[in-house]
């Protein structure tokens, strides 16, 4: 296996609060990797230190073979960074800021022609190159930051919370934009988000929570170990329907007119329906969700 990025007992605080307490982790080349937790898990003092832009405590952490505090330069030339904040000139259009970028690498001619090609292609805005960035829509302004990003054709994408503010069109459109990047080019992405449902198209799950892993598995993993499936029922005859689950020891709750029993596997619904069927007039079977996932790991919403 390739592993792009490495960490090792990576640790960082400030004053007493312990912000990262020992992470192990590593990123597969070529992968989404969705790294997720409540706030204050220590997301963006790991993305801090991984970009060189904070200097950890202790650790070690490889980023495409270049290790940190030791060859800083080789891992800023190797990742592209999407921060929450717009970082780009208003005033310049998204070509003029994408050429500023490409200037910090000694970019000039056609390599530069070429690579701000290449980048516009890659995040989808060559139609509004020549406009001023200030005068862009969300998911345009989102989609620039992403193309400055790409000028110095990075091995990892960093994106913090790439979608946050964007109406739920743009929000999906602008995700299947980094989608596509990633699967057309091979490109690493390491990305936050508060989206469950984006985390649950990611490769790979890291969720943290008080500086320390709390869980890490595909998202099919992470649903099978946190999120049950529910069985729903819509009782003909409340009731009896109950005393019967009660007589049986199955535990259940009620919501929204339903009769909800928790179950470890979708096929145990047969066995429960064969059951209830002479008291119930209806039934759902719900698979459980990232969202479910987040809060079995975590004991919180993510948006808390
Ligand atoms: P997240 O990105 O998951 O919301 P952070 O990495 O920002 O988490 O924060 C982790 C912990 O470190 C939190 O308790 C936060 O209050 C604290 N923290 C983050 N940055 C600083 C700082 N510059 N000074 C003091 N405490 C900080």
């Given at each position: 296996m390739d592993k792009i990025i490495e960490v090792t007992g990576l640790k960082k605080a400030?004053?007493?609060v312990q912000a990262v307490r020992g992470l192990d982790f590593y990123v597969e080349r070529g992968k989404?990797?969705?790294?997720?937790?409540?706030?204050?898990?220590?997301?963006?003092?790991?993305?801090?230190?991984?970009?060189?832009?904070?200097?950890?405590?202790?650790?070690?952490?490889?980023?495409?073979?270049?290790?940190?505090?030791?060859?800083?330069?080789?891992?800023?030339?190797?990742?592209?960074?999407?921060?929450?904040?717009?970082?780009?000139?208003?005033?310049?259009?998204?070509?003029?800021?994408?050429?500023?970028?490409?200037?910090?690498?000694?970019?000039?001619?056609?390599?530069?022609?070429?690579?701000?090609?290449?980048?516009?292609?890659?995040?989808?805005?060559?139609?509004?190159?020549?406009?001023?960035?200030?005068?862009l829509s969300g998911g345009q302004k989102r989609r620039a930051?992403?193309?400055?990003?790409?000028?110095?054709?990075?091995?990892?994408?960093?994106?913090?919370?790439?979608?946050?503010?964007?109406?739920?069109?743009?929000?999906?459109?602008?995700?299947?934009?980094?989608r596509t990047l990633q699967q057309t080019t091979g490109l690493t992405v390491f990305l936050t988000t508060h989206y469950m449902e984006e985390a649950a198209e990611a490769d790979y799950v890291i969720v943290i929570d008080h500086g320390d892993i709390a869980a890490r598995g595909t998202p099919t993993e992470l649903k099978a170990s946190y999120a049950s499936d529910q069985l729903r029922l819509a009782?003909?005859?409340?009731?009896?329907?109950?005393?019967?689950?009660?007589?049986?020891?199955?535990?259940?709750?009620?919501?929204?007119?339903?009769v909800v029993v928790k179950i470890s596997d979708t096929m145990d619904a047969l066995e429960i329906l064969a059951l209830v069927k002479g008291h119930i007039k209806g039934f759902e079977v719900l698979s459980g969700t990232m969202d479910d996932a987040f809060i079995g790991i975590t004991g919180r919403e993510i948006r808390e």
């Open positions: 400030y004053g007493s989404l990797f969705a790294f997720l937790g409540p706030n204050g898990a220590g997301k963006s003092t790991t993305i801090d230190i991984l970009c060189t832009i904070l200097k950890p405590d202790g650790g070690e952490v490889l980023v495409d073979g270049h290790r940190l505090g030791h060859e800083d330069a080789g891992i800023r030339s190797a990742i592209g960074v999407v921060f929450q904040d717009h970082l780009l000139d208003p005033l310049l259009s998204v070509e003029e800021n994408i050429r500023t970028r490409a200037g910090l690498y000694h970019m000039a001619g056609k390599q530069l022609n070429d690579a701000v090609k290449h980048a516009a292609a890659a995040a989808d805005v060559t139609e509004f190159m020549r406009r001023p960035y200030g005068k930051d992403i193309a400055r990003a790409l000028i110095n054709t990075p091995q990892v994408l960093f994106l913090d919370e790439p979608t946050t503010g964007l109406d739920p069109q743009t929000r999906k459109s602008v995700w299947e934009s980094i009782a003909s005859n409340d009731h009896a329907l109950r005393a019967l689950l009660e007589d049986r020891g199955l535990a259940y709750t009620c919501a929204a007119g339903s």
